[in-house]
């Protein structure tokens, strides 16, 4: 039903910035929150921030203050802007959303995933 594209995504000193986004497309969906999530080298995959349609905000602990999320509703389309990057920020950053569907018998969400987009800080 919901097709993400990441972009933005390259290669970054310490210390650098990056502005990743991306597009929600596809047959007809209402979209309640999106949000971005990484993937380490070995490492689980885990949240980086997240965005409702209302334009509340949630960040894991190590990119507050560094980190910033915002949606574009009228677009389908979420932004993470990161600053003062670290090497351990280099991770597959992945595209989230969630989407409602209503129905005679009530609501439903469903999650769709990006393809990810590659962050690599190194000097």
């Known amino acids: 039903q919901v097709q993400l594209v990441e972009s933005g995504g390259g290669l970054v000193q310490p210390g650098g910035s990056l502005r990743l986004s991306c597009a929600a497309s596809g047959s007809s969906f209402s979209i309640t929150a999106m949000g971005w999530y990484r993937q380490a080298p070995g490492k689980e995959r885990e949240l980086v921030a997240t965005?409702?349609?209302?334009?509340?905000?949630n960040y894991a602990d190590s990119v507050k203050g560094r980190f910033t999320i915002a949606i574009d509703n009228a677009k389908n389309t979420v932004y993470l802007q990161m600053n003062s990057l670290k090497p351990e920020d280099t991770a597959v950053f992945y595209c989230n959303t969630r989407i409602r569907k209503d129905f005679s018998g009530g609501i439903q969400y469903k999650d769709f995933w990006g393809k990810g987009t590659l962050v690599t800080v190194s000097s």
């Open positions: 965005i409702t349609s209302g334009r509340t905000t």
